[in-house]
């Protein structure tokens, strides 16, 4: 346990900490770009994602990879793909999202914010783990698991403190001191503790942005186009 909360100080100060704190654990001199590809989920200009022998790797360095989108014959109403080819094709997927939404055409199966833009692919290379690596599950599994963690933290501050103040528990035959003020040291530090973690967890958050381009299918029935992701073959002498 301890060595997971130092292990969380130590990255947060690595992500969103300033020089000084940086060069107390010495991490001074470690370029953002290692942090981010050891730390994060994120993507930049700096650090990619790459298929590798049939998983994800992330690397430092720029991608050579293309994003495209396949859309089938009359994807788009006839009055909107005056910005587009009338052929069944394939485009670049985030030229394509965000010409639409300039031209003013509906893609129904894509959902952009309004003030979001997808920037160039060789700014922010697309992240393979969080779209194709990571298993995706609806929200209230998340909420439930969350629930149920929050709810055995708690049992066991419940049950420190009515063991010792209400039933009298007392394994290691302890004064009347020690059994006053040891439940409340354990209650506060733990409140402490995971007070903490939960500030560390929002800071890590917070370092990076994160734009989402979301595919609904309730109103179409099922999927019209698929997003392709191509990579050259990696080449061995």
Not at 62 to 85: C, G, H, Q, V
Not at 203 to 227: H, N, W
Request: glycine residues 8%; hydrophobic residues 40%; aromatic residues 8%.
């Amino acid at each position: 346990m301890k060595a997971h909360i130092i292990t969380t100080i130590v990255s947060t100060i690595r992500l969103c900490g300033p020089a000084s704190l940086r060069a107390f654990i010495g991490r001074s001199q470690e370029g953002n770009s290692a942090i981010e590809a050891e730390l994060c989920t994120s993507t930049s200009r700096d650090v990619c994602e790459g298929f590798n022998n049939g998983g994800i790797t992330r690397v430092l360095g720029r991608p050579k990879m293309l994003e495209l989108i396949r859309t089938p014959k009359e994807y788009l109403s006839s009055k909107d793909n005056d910005a587009f080819d009338r052929k069944v094709g394939l485009y670049i997927f985030r030229d394509f999202i965000n010409t639409a939404r300039d031209s003013g055409a509906a893609v129904p199966e894509w959902r952009l914010g309004q003030f979001e833009q997808l920037a160039p692919i060789s700014q922010n290379p697309p992240n393979l783990s969080l779209n194709v690596g990571i298993t995706q599950y609806l929200p209230w599994v998340f909420c439930l698991v969350a629930l149920v963690g929050f709810i055995l933290q708690a049992d066991v501050l419940v049950a420190a403190g009515i063991g010792v103040w209400m039933l009298g528990w007392n394994l290691n035959d302890s004064t009347a001191t020690s059994t006053n003020y040891a439940p409340t040291i354990f209650i506060t530090g733990t409140v402490l503790m995971c007070g903490g973690m939960c500030t560390c967890i929002s800071i890590i958050g917070q370092a990076t942005t994160e734009v989402r381009c979301r595919r609904t299918t309730y109103d179409l029935g099922s999927a019209k186009t698929s997003i392709i992701w191509l990579q050259p073959r990696l080449a061995r002498n």
